[in-house]
């Protein structure tokens, strides 16, 4: 018998079959021939939140999660954030290869041509009440690119694509920073193109009356290494909303404005400002044991802590929180990240969480440095949508070029009535909704 293969055994029918396995999987529709007769659609797997269901093949993020390894294209997140620049690695995700020099100098500047939004998107935006929440504001402004952009829509055109993924990936921290500024009253600053991606987007943000805005080197390092860390992380939520909204070949602007909705959950890029929350909530590093008492007990969750693949620790936690000393250099030191540390320091000796494989992930301190440079908490998911867009292009792109991806279309568990006979009004009476299933 050859070893790669699964033998199973339908003791509904006696029957049994081999399937072979592949990268250690099997195929689903493999299952289907297992049937009890001719009537019968045959065998399907149920997996809800697709908790252990690969639905595409890529090589463009490698994760590890019993031994806390993160490699985009095969490098190892740890190197690139100590020796490359965001863009360098948004090339690296796109095509596949670091970039020589002439190629990120070529690729640097195409980028940085695409930062201008038009006037009419501007107007768009001035729509929004002043407090309009930036992801709101960032969802909604990505979709209406659909409308600038209409050519967008041939994906099968990768000249088209490309000029598509570089509008996105230069617009993006255009619309995050005049989301900001809309926020805070402020006019909109241009793009000034003198600038690096991440030096730009602070100018975007902070720039006041002076002639020219002069970034703080380490905090822009700083933001440049949590761009770089945020930038893709295998088939997440919003990358799984991206590949799926892609697949009925909606344009990338819809799609990315399906994906970046999907982050902003509290339960996925939305924790990093649930974060800064909760350790508002807490206060101080003494109310610390009796805020962990309410999470055992179930009555909330440890914002910033778990994850669906990690179950040892989260590497990008180790690097935000060595880049979070080099900005409080520059800042001082947010006294929050005591709080942050009494909080890890205790949860990691207390078996409710050490059983749960509970550490701290990418969100933990990413907002505790986000807050020390000036962002309001407001601002934070919207930071992780700029970086996570190549992320999300990259994925999207290998899917519609991968010859085994169809429009992607799950199946169901029917549990509902059958065949019910229709009842004319008179004989309707008001349905008791408490009673309805939730
Ligand atoms: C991101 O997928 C990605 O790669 C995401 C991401 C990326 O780069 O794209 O890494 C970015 O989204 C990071 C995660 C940010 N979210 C949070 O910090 C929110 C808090 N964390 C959780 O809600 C939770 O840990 C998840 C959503 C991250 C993971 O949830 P899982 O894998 O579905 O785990 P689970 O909910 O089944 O939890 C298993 C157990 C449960 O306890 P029991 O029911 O078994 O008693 O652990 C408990 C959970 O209640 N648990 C927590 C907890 N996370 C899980 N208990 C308290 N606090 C938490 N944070």
């Known amino acids: 018998m050859a070893q790669d293969?699964?033998?199973?055994?339908?003791?509904?029918?006696?029957?049994?079959?081999?399937?072979?396995i592949e990268n250690g999987t099997i195929r689903a529709m493999d299952l289907r021939q297992m049937k009890t007769g001719p009537e019968d659609f045959g065998l399907m797997t149920y997996d809800p939140a697709f908790?252990?269901?690969?639905?595409?093949?890529?090589?463009?993020?490698?994760i590890d999660g019993e031994r806390g390894?993160?490699?985009?294209?095969?490098?190892?997140?740890?190197?690139?954030?100590?020796?490359?620049?965001?863009?360098?690695?948004?090339?690296?995700?796109l095509f596949g290869e670091l970039p020589d020099e002439p190629e990120l100098k070529s690729w640097t500047n195409e980028i940085t041509h695409?930062?201008?939004?038009?006037?009419?998107?501007k107007k768009f935006m001035e729509g929004f009440r002043y407090d309009a929440h930036p992801m709101a504001m960032l969802v909604s402004t990505v979709a209406a690119l659909s409308a600038v952009y209409p050519g967008a829509k041939e994906v099968h055109d990768p000249a088209n694509r490309l000029l598509q993924i570089k509008r996105l990936i230069g617009k993006m921290p255009s619309i995050a920073a005049m989301s900001y500024r809309h926020n805070v009253g402020f006019p909109y600053v241009y793009p000034?193109?003198?600038?690096?991606?991440?030096?730009?987007?602070?100018?975007?943000?902070?720039?006041?009356?002076?002639?020219?805005?002069?970034?703080?080197?380490?905090?822009?390092?700083?933001?440049?290494?949590?761009?770089?860390?945020?930038?893709?992380?295998?088939?997440?939520?919003?990358?799984?909303?991206?590949?799926?909204?892609?697949?009925?070949?909606?344009?990338?602007?819809?799609?990315?404005?399906?994906?970046?909705?999907?982050?902003s959950g509290s339960l996925h890029g939305g924790a990093n400002e649930q974060v800064l929350k909760?350790?508002?909530?807490?206060?101080?590093?003494?109310?610390?044991?009796?805020?962990?008492?309410?999470?055992?007990?179930?009555?909330?969750?440890?914002?910033?802590?778990?994850?669906?693949?990690?179950?040892?620790?989260?590497?990008r936690a180790k690097i935000i929180k060595w880049a979070a000393e080099q900005v409080f250099e520059v800042t001082g030191r947010n006294p929050k990240l005591d709080i942050g540390?009494?909080?890890?320091?205790?949860?990691?000796?207390?078996?409710?969480?050490?059983?749960?494989?509970?550490?701290?992930?990418?969100?933990?301190?990413?907002?505790?440095?986000?807050?020390?440079m000036g962002f309001k908490p407001e601002m934070f998911t919207a930071l992780f949508a700029i970086p996570r867009t190549v992320g999300w292009l990259a994925q999207w792109q290998e899917m519609i070029v991968d010859p085994e991806q169809k429009?992607?279309?799950?199946?169901?568990?029917?549990?509902?009535?059958?065949?019910?006979?229709?009842?004319?009004?008179?004989?309707?009476?008001?349905?008791?909704?408490a009673k309805m299933d939730r």
Not at 57 to 62: C, K, L, P, Q, V
Not at 114 to 121: D, P, V
Not at 282 to 295: H, T
Not at 297 to 304: A, F, P, S, T, Y
Request: charge should be negative; proline fraction near 4%.
């Open 341 to 372: 540390l009494e909080l890890e320091r205790i949860a990691l000796e207390d078996d409710y969480f050490v059983s749960r494989k509970l550490y701290p992930n990418v969100d933990f301190y990413s907002g505790i440095i986000y807050q020390a």
């Open 69 to 93: 390894i993160l490699e985009y294209r095969g490098y190892p997140i740890e190197v690139l954030a100590e020796h490359c620049t965001f863009l360098e690695v948004a090339y690296l995700l």
């Open 114 to 121: 695409h930062s201008m939004l038009q006037e009419a998107t």
């Open 192 to 263: 000034d193109n003198d600038l690096s991606y991440t030096e730009n987007f602070m100018n975007m943000l902070w720039k006041m009356v002076e002639p020219k805005y002069v970034a703080n080197p380490v905090l822009a390092r700083a933001l440049d290494i949590l761009f770089i860390l945020h930038a893709d992380h295998e088939q997440n939520c919003s990358t799984s909303a991206m590949r799926s909204v892609g697949s009925s070949y909606a344009d990338p602007y819809l799609a990315t404005a399906a994906a970046a909705a999907a982050l």
């Open 51 to 62: 908790m252990n269901t690969a639905a595409c093949r890529s090589s463009i993020t490698f």
């Open 5 to 20: 293969t699964l033998t199973i055994t339908d003791n509904r029918t006696n029957r049994t079959y081999t399937l072979p």
């Open 407 to 433: 429009i992607s279309r799950p199946r169901q568990i029917y549990t509902g009535q059958r065949a019910r006979r229709f009842l004319p009004m008179e004989e309707r009476q008001a349905a008791d909704v």
């Open 278 to 315: 909760m350790l508002d909530e807490i206060g101080s590093k003494e109310n610390v044991p009796a805020y962990l008492k309410k999470v055992r007990e179930g009555h909330v969750k440890l914002m910033g802590f778990g994850h669906r693949v990690y179950k040892n620790y989260d590497p």
